[in-house]
C-alpha cells in the first residue's frame, strides 16, 4: 500500500518535483535595457529576488544588432574558465534572425557555492554587475539612478529598446 502512494506521487509529481525550488512567479524582477545606438547593441540585466530581498537569479545578457560568427569560439573559451565549472552559471551565445545574443546567468546556489565571491570567476559579465544586484535594497537604489540618467539624458525616448522594470513594473518615460 505504502508502495503503491509513493508511486503515484511520483507519477502525479514527476520526479523532478520543485521542493525546495523558489515560485518564479513570486520573484521580485529588475531589469535594465539600454540600447547604445553607436556599437548597435543592447546592454541588459535582469535580477530577481525573493520576498527576503535576497538574490536568487541573476543574467547579463548583450544582444548585438548583427549576426557574428564568434559564437562557438567563444562558447569554447567560456568552457575553458573556472566560471562554467560552478553548476549553476550559465553561458550562451546565439546568432540568428540577424541579431547576436550573449548571456551570462547564476542562480543563489551559485553564489552560494562561491561564484563572484572567489578569486577564481573569470569571464563573466556578472561580475561586474554583483555589487548592483547583490540585494533588493542595492538593486532598487541603483535602478532609481538609472531612471533619473534615462530622464536626464532622454534616452527613454530615444529609442524603444531603452526601458527598465522595478518590482515588475515597466518604466519606459
Keep these: 500500500m505504502v508502495i503503491s502512494l509513493l508511486l503515484c506521487m511520483v507519477i ?11 515560485d518564479d512567479s513570486k520573484l521580485s524582477v529588475y531589469e535594465i535595457h539600454e540600447y547604445d545606438a ?20 541573476a ?10 560568427t564568434v559564437c562557438p569560439t567563444k562558447i569554447k573559451q567560456w568552457n575553458e574558465t573556472e566560471d562554467s565549472k560552478y553548476e549553476d552559471v550559465k553561458y550562451s551565445c546565439e546568432a540568428k534572425d540577424g541579431k547576436t545574443t550573449i548571456k551570462w546567468s547564476m542562480t543563489d546556489k551559485s553564489l552560494n557555492d562561491g561564484y563572484l565571491t572567489d ?14 544586484i547583490k ?3 542595492t538593486a532598487k537604489k541603483v535602478w532609481n539612478e538609472h531612471i533619473t540618467k ?9 529609442d524603444e529598446r531603452n526601458y527598465i ?7 519606459d518615460s
Excluded: P, Q, W
Design 119 to 132: 578569486n577564481k570567476t573569470f569571464s563573466s559579465r556578472l561580475k561586474g554587475s554583483y555589487n548592483n
Design 135 to 137: 540585494d533588493e535594497e
Design 165 to 171: 522594470i522595478i518590482d515588475g513594473e515597466r518604466i
Design 150 to 158: 534615462f530622464r536626464d539624458e532622454n534616452l527613454f525616448a530615444v
Design 59 to 68: 543574467e547579463y545578457i548583450t544582444v548585438y544588432d548583427r549576426e557574428m
Design 38 to 57: 553607436e556599437f548597435k547593441h543592447t546592454e541588459e540585466i535582469v535580477a530577481k529576488f525573493d520576498d527576503e530581498g535576497k538574490l536568487k537569479y
Design 12 to 22: 502525479v509529481t514527476g520526479c523532478g518535483n520543485n521542493l525546495g525550488k523558489v
